[in-house]
């Protein structure tokens, strides 16, 4: 990713850069000058968040707890604790909650200051998510909003907003799609979406499963 | 995956998709701003709870006061927040970044590193 990255960016070099382009690139030279960074230690960050960090690391715990009662009482217990033994990278789960979604209640995420998201196991967050937009809807008319972006929801079904706070990050725990009995928790993890552990997509059997990941 | 698609990927044409298909980040200063921030941090710089403070405190001000054509580009508050917490610790003055993207702004064209 990072190679691509490099080239795409030499690619276009003979263009004007954005001043913003411009004041990364002197800030990054200054913190190396004053041994502050080290060369590659922004090029290793990157190439982590790239490669070992992202939803599939949820996606993992959802269907872990699909199968195995146990561990979904002690995920939905105590998030951080229950996923230690994972060792995923990426951080921003040292409070982590999980919200179980029910026929009658469904959850979805937001951080309404900023951009707040558990990293380890969601990866980095898409950009709807950091948009003014999402963010002050979700929680004014999250019925409306949910229906705009694909989910309508019945209005018997409860629905409860989490908003990050500087400690807590959340993450949603979405139902198992009917006809999956019988799946390995791989070819279940392979069903889990970002978006269905933000709260802003069901899981449909029909749609989704036995689809090639 | 298409052979196209493959083969622009290969050559640089397009960026690789990123999580779910969708890209996080629209140009490579943004994700390298997002690098340097993670990596002051984990080198012990600041809490990400300070990166976080600074990052609101930017946000809250642009939607205090801006134009109504003015779109909301979320990496520009983070580059502003990254920038605000080095000068506040004392590890790089705004000044002496100002000169220095000054000065890379004036390269000719082409120039890179």
């Known amino acids: ?213 | 995956m298409t052979d196209e698609l493959e083969s622009m990927l290969l050559d640089g044409r397009v960026e690789p998709p990123k999580a779910n298909g969708e890209v996080i980040f629209d140009e490579p200063w943004q994700n390298r701003t997002f690098g340097m921030a993670r990596s002051l941090c984990e080198a012990g710089y600041y809490t990400w709870d300070e990166f976080r403070a600074c990052l609101i405190q930017q946000i809250e001000s642009w939607q205090a006061d801006h134009s109504e054509q003015e779109p909301y580009q979320y990496f520009d508050h983070f580059l502003a927040a990254l920038t605000d917490l080095m000068a506040l610790k004392g590890l790089c003055e705004t000044r002496e970044l100002d000169q220095r993207s000054r000065a890379f702004a004036d390269r000719p064209h082409g120039h890179d590193h």
């Open chain 1, 1 to 213: 990713m990072n190679d691509d990255q490099k080239h795409h960016d030499h690619d276009h070099d003979h263009e004007k850069k954005s001043p913003q382009a411009i004041r990364t690139e002197a800030l990054e030279s200054l913190l190396i000058e004053k041994g502050l960074l080290s060369e590659h230690a922004v090029d290793d960050v990157i190439a982590n968040y790239a490669q070992r960090v992202g939803p599939m690391n949820g996606a993992l715990l959802v269907a872990r707890a699909w199968t195995d009662a146990e561990f979904k009482q002690r995920l939905l217990s105590n998030a951080t604790q229950a996923i230690a033994e994972y060792d995923f990278q990426g951080g921003q789960v040292d409070h982590l909650v999980v919200v179980e979604n029910t026929p009658e209640r469904h959850n979805a995420v937001v951080c309404t200051l900023c951009s707040c998201y558990p990293w380890a196991v969601l990866g980095l967050p898409p950009k709807w998510y950091k948009d003014p937009a999402y963010r002050s809807r979700i929680v004014r008319e999250p019925r409306a909003l949910l229906a705009e972006m694909g989910l309508p929801l019945d209005k018997k079904i409860e629905i409860r907003v989490w908003d990050s706070s500087a400690e807590v990050r959340y993450m949603v725990l979405p139902m198992r799609p009917a006809h999956t009995e019988g799946m390995t928790q791989d070819e279940l993890a392979a069903l889990v979406s970002r978006d269905s552990m933000i709260g802003v997509e069901v899981l449909e059997a029909s749609s989704r499963a036995g689809q090639p990941s």
